[in-house]
T-cell receptor
Framework: GAVVSQHPSRVICKSGTSVKIECRSL??????MFWYRQFPKQSLMLMAT?????????EQGVEKDKFLINHASLTLSTLTVTSAHPEDSSFYIC??????????????FGEGSRLTVL | GQQLNQSPQSMFIQEGEDVSMNCTSS?????WLWYKQDPGEGPVLLIA?????ELTSNGRLTAQFGITRKDSFLNISASIPSDVGIYFC??????????????FGKGTKLSVKP
């Protein structure tokens, strides 16, 4: 299947600092990428849809000034958690739509990034 | 928002047993996907289904797209210890067309019987 790489896999930061997570599609171009948040023992919660060259679309209840998304190229989307607080600690997962697959592009996920805010 | 009902929530398996899980929706879907997630990792796509009635296999895994377009099941035959993990179904609602976002089930956690 398609390869999506996420970095860093783990990050620990102090409260009040900002953290950037990168998501790359390694073997295809992705006009659309998605950012999810996953709490322990729960399913994936869609945070936002990242569109190359345009503003991200945020799901209801997700603060766009808190979670900045940039999709500057067809292979890279970034999520920046600004002024992080302990309640932002979570597992963040990105996915990218592979247009080469049937159904308009199936989702392939990155490895996930574990954020711990002290 | 719309949700998928995935069952069972958890199950214990003994090596060699067959396993079955399913997802249902109140509305029509045009795509069903099954993912497996290991601890601390992102979900990995196992099987993708695009047509009502479609039955697709991937090794010991078999999944079907329900005739009504409102359900799908995943079977694992002759389970082995590395099958443990969380399995998620995901569907793309018909109203969203091919660009519609995926909706995820809450997952089925497979564990080994003590």
């Amino acid at each position: 299947g398609a390869v999506v790489s996420q970095h860093p896999s783990r990050v620990i930061c102090k409260s009040g600092t900002s953290v950037k997570i990168e998501c790359r599609s390694l073997d295809f171009q992705a006009t659309t990428m998605f950012w999810y948040r996953q709490f322990p023992k729960q399913s994936l919660m869609l945070m936002a849809t990242s569109n190359e060259g345009s503003k991200a679309t945020y799901e209801q209840g997700v603060e766009k000034d808190k979670f900045l998304i940039n999709h500057a190229s067809l292979t890279l989307s970034t999520l920046t958690v600004t002024s992080a607080h302990p309640e932002d600690s979570s597992f963040y997962i990105c996915s990218a739509r592979d247009p080469r697959t049937l159904g308009g592009g199936e989702l392939f996920f990155g490895e996930g990034s574990r954020l711990t805010v002290l | 928002g719309q949700q998928l009902n995935q069952s069972p929530q958890s199950m214990f398996i003994q090596e060699g047993e067959d396993v079955s899980m399913n997802c249902t929706s109140s509305s029509i879907f045009n795509t069903w996907l099954w993912y497996k997630q290991d601890p601390g990792e992102g979900p990995v796509l196992l099987i993708a289904l695009y047509k009502a009635g479609e039955l697709t296999s991937n090794g010991r895994l078999t999944a079907q797209f329900g005739i009504t377009r409102k359900d799908s099941f995943l079977n694992i035959s002759a389970s082995i210890p590395s099958d443990v993990g969380i399995y998620f179904c995901a569907g793309r609602p018909y109203y969203g067309g091919s660009q519609g976002n995926l909706i995820f089930g809450k997952g089925t956690k497979l564990s080994v019987k003590p």
